[in-house]
């Protein structure tokens, strides 16, 4: 009997040890389990943040003339008068596509969810697309204003005017790539001596119309980058008849400034449309070379150039500073908004002596 009892003992003590034991067991278990899942989401920080940084390095100039000509001759086709904006129409386009990471404005997962400023970037570039593009369907490829719009022009400019931040159902990359895929069509049927529907008119009004547009994206964005410091807006409150002789009219005042978490975005898409612009120009000045030498105005499109790719030097500040006009820290929006001023001044100016017969 007695043995009975000292054998169960032993048999409680071992199972209260054992029980003990499979808590450790368990407690150091799950204390592993949370460190691993830690890890695993240190792990996926680090490489979004990795990733984040370097899909936030914008595209480099790339040469115009070099590029047209090189796709000319892989695709066969034969370079004619249009050709080069087109091809680097093209080429702007798929860069919003193909860069790394992507067309990132659209994305619903990090890091393209945390970013702004390259989604600002694509959005600059997007704009001058839209521009030419429009401008190829309703001036470059008519002879006049009765005349019909080409087929595949009129596909492509809807398609890059797509909502630029569509995820699924369509996906807006999927819209813009239909859009590059019209302007090849056209421009494959460009190149093509056979065919005769395809036409480029490197006219002086037209491109006069389409500057038009530039000088109007320009004088916006130099107006906002200067907001970044605040600026004053007047606006009259009466009207010049209604003005007393040898008094002066009332004038509102109201002060301008970019809200503090936007300046870094329109900062941005400044450069995407700099950027853009700058590439664009070069084609223009390959394809309406005789319209600009006879009007003395390649110096003029050389200068916008010029201004536009001095822009795109490197930011070396890890944010884009906002100091006032005249202190101790830079302020990079004024300094940007200097060269958009130039070049917009230089716009002005071509498109003059455009217009001069």
Do not use: C
């Given at each position: 009997?007695?043995?009975?009892?000292?054998?169960?003992?032993?048999?409680?003590?071992?199972?209260?040890?054992?029980?003990?034991?499979?808590?450790?067991?368990?407690?150091?278990?799950?204390?592993?389990?949370?460190?691993?899942?830690?890890?695993?989401?240190?792990?996926?920080?680090?490489?979004?943040?990795?990733?984040?940084?370097?899909?936030?390095?914008?595209?480099?100039?790339?040469?115009?003339?070099?590029?047209?000509?090189?796709?000319?001759?892989?695709?066969?086709?034969?370079?004619?008068?249009?050709?080069?904006?087109?091809?680097?129409?093209?080429?702007?386009?798929?860069?919003?596509?193909?860069?790394?990471?992507?067309?990132?404005?659209?994305?619903?997962f990090p890091p393209g969810l945390w970013m702004d400023?390259?989604?600002?970037?694509?959005?600059?570039?997007?704009?001058?697309?839209?521009?030419?593009?429009?401008?190829?369907?309703?001036?470059?490829?008519?002879?006049?204003?009765?005349?019909?719009?080409?087929?595949?022009?009129?596909?492509?400019?809807?398609?890059?005017?797509?909502?630029?931040?569509?995820?699924?159902?369509?996906?807006?990359?999927?819209?813009?790539?239909?859009?590059?895929?019209?302007?090849?069509?056209?421009?494959?049927?460009?190149?093509?001596?056979?065919?005769?529907?395809?036409?480029?008119?490197?006219?002086?009004?037209?491109?006069?119309?389409?500057?038009?547009?530039?000088?109007?994206?320009?004088?916006?964005?130099?107006?906002?980058?200067?907001?970044?410091?605040?600026?004053?807006?007047?606006?009259?409150?009466?009207?010049?008849?209604?003005?007393?002789p040898g008094q002066a009219p009332q004038v509102d005042?109201?002060?301008?400034?970019?809200?503090?978490?936007?300046?870094?975005?329109?900062?941005?898409?400044?450069?995407?449309?700099?950027?853009?612009?700058?590439?664009?120009?070069?084609?223009?000045?390959?394809?309406?070379?005789?319209?600009?030498?006879?009007?003395?105005?390649?110096?003029?499109?050389?200068?916008?150039?010029?201004?536009?790719?001095?822009?795109?030097?490197?930011?070396?500040?890890?944010?884009?500073?906002?100091?006032?006009?005249?202190?101790?820290?830079?302020?990079?929006?004024?300094?940007?908004?200097?060269?958009?001023?130039?070049?917009?001044?230089?716009?002005?100016?071509?498109?003059?002596?455009?217009?001069?017969?």
């Amino acid at each position: 009997m007695l043995d009975w009892k000292n054998r169960t003992g032993k048999g409680e003590a071992r199972e209260r040890v054992d029980s003990k034991g499979t808590a450790t067991r368990g407690y150091l278990g799950g204390v592993l389990a949370s460190r691993a899942v830690l890890a695993v989401i240190g792990l996926y920080l680090v490489v979004t943040i990795l990733l984040g940084w370097y899909w936030s390095e914008e595209p480099s100039l790339f040469p115009v003339q070099q590029n047209a000509q090189a796709a000319a001759e892989h695709e066969g086709h034969k370079m004619v008068v249009g050709y080069t904006t087109v091809e680097t129409l093209k080429t702007v386009a798929g860069t919003l596509l193909h860069k790394p990471g992507g067309y990132i404005s659209n994305d619903r997962f990090p890091p393209g969810l945390w970013m702004d400023n390259m989604p600002s970037w694509e959005y600059g570039v997007l704009v001058q697309v839209r521009d030419l593009s429009r401008a190829l369907r309703k001036d470059f490829a008519r002879s006049q204003s009765q005349s019909a719009e080409d087929a595949d022009l009129a596909k492509a400019e809807p398609k890059f005017n797509f909502d630029n931040k569509s995820w699924i159902l369509p996906s807006s990359e999927s819209e813009f790539q239909e859009g590059i895929n019209a302007l090849s069509r056209y421009q494959t049927r460009l190149s093509d001596p056979n065919q005769s529907g395809a036409l480029f008119y490197a006219r002086a009004d037209n491109l006069n119309n389409w500057l038009g547009d530039v000088a109007t994206r320009l004088g916006s964005l130099s107006q906002r980058l200067s907001a970044s410091v605040g600026r004053v807006k007047l606006n009259s409150t009466l009207k010049t008849e209604t003005v007393a002789p040898g008094q002066a009219p009332q004038v509102d005042e109201e002060i301008v400034e970019t809200p503090w978490m936007q300046i870094d975005n329109v900062f941005y898409e400044a450069r995407g449309q700099a950027w853009a612009l700058s590439h664009l120009l070069r084609a223009i000045e390959v394809d309406f070379a005789d319209v600009l030498a006879k009007k003395n105005a390649t110096v003029s499109v050389r200068q916008i150039i010029r201004e536009l790719e001095a822009s795109q030097e490197p930011v070396w500040s890890p944010m884009i500073l906002n100091g006032s006009g005249f202190g101790i820290l830079a302020n990079h929006s004024l300094v940007m908004a200097n060269y958009i001023s130039r070049a917009n001044a230089a716009v002005i100016d071509l498109r003059q002596l455009l217009s001069q017969g």
